[in-house]
């Protein structure tokens, strides 16, 4: 990069994870990327040269922080949308726009436009009270899941309605003061997810679809590709994530979270318009890794292959456990399994938090899983051995 001042810069308000893992990509380009964090604790302004620290989501800061920016993108979806509107008013270049943005902000928008495309979805509707509640429960005959339509995320912001749930946990949604989203209870056989890359000028790659395990909202781990997965059901996952992505607009990575249902059906369930923890295995199990294929998109360059570099990539999150210090522990799973990769987020450990992933990718699914299971399980101080 030297001097040359042509080089273009990326800003990436919010200073996580996400934002910490889309450096070494940025060092590869060439690109120099900027971040916006809330603290100099977080993951990124621990490894980005001069993070700045400031409020993401006051305007004043976020126009201080465009201007020294050629792009500007996001780790999360928290900025508030009219200071995004103020943004682009202004002439600042962000990508994704305010109006795909907003799709992945506000889940009533999602499955109101998602419908209006004929992108299968689950039976849902808006609803303000307990009483609507009970009435679109009995129109389904089933169960219910609320979900605020604005800022939850790893399970936070959603509750399971059933004919036995007290009174009290069905009011509790509307306590927020924001819409709440009313969907039925989806008979899934597993969670899958497909992640797409496209650029301003419409170019886009599919990643392999994988499979999403989830415990408790959060997700444990990743296998791409999803096994057993039949080449129509991937190619129609696929298919509907491209869709999406042109239908709104999306630049940069849109990651698609699906039901595949008991009768084999695909069902949208959210989105999310930036790298994603479904696709944290492409770091090391593809040929471009959704962090620098986020960068060339929203840079407008030429998008790199999504082609896996084995058949089976496991990714497992570590979530912090008992361990207070898992450095000796992280040693240990260096020195028993040479071949695994383990990505750290800076971090401090506490119980459920994800602090890092473990990947492992090969042709032998059932030893992968047990190689990577094995480590997060030593790590987070579960087994002894």
Known sequence: M????????????????LARMTQPAAVALGVRLKVLAAGPDESAAQVVHDPVIADEKA?????????????????????PPAHLEALEADGVLVRPGSAALLHAQDKGVMRS????????????????????????AASLGGDVVLKTTRGGYDGKG????????????????????????????????????????????GQAVAYPVVESVQRDGICVEVVAPAPGLSSDLAVEAQRLALTIASALDVVGVLAVELFETVDGRLLVNELAMRPHNSGHWSIDGAVTSQFENHLRAVLNLPLGSP????PYTVMVNL????????YPAYRHVMARDPELKVHWYGKGVRPGRKVGHVTAYGSDLADLRSRAWHAADYIRGDIDE
Do not use: K, N
Request: aromatic share 6%.
């Open 2 to 17: 030297g001097d040359d001042a042509t080089w273009p810069v990326v800003g990436m308000v919010g200073g996580g994870q």
């Open 59 to 79: 305007l004043a800061d976020l126009r201080a922080f465009a201007a020294g920016c050629d792009v500007l993108t996001f780790d999360h979806e928290h900025v």
């Open 113 to 136: 436009r998602l419908t209006s495309l004929g992108i299968p979805c689950p039976r849902w509707t808006v609803v303000s009270g307990p009483d609507e509640v009970a009435s679109f």
């Open 158 to 201: 959603v509750w399971l309605v059933t004919s036995s749930t007290p009174a009290e946990v069905v009011a509790e949604p509307f306590r927020a003061g924001v819409p709440v989203l009313a969907e039925e209870r989806v008979d899934y056989a597993r969670e899958l997810s497909a992640v797409v890359a496209r650029s301003p000028h």
């Open 307 to 310: 082609v896996a570099r084995a």
């Open 319 to 326: 979530l912090g456990g008992d361990l207070p210090d898992v």
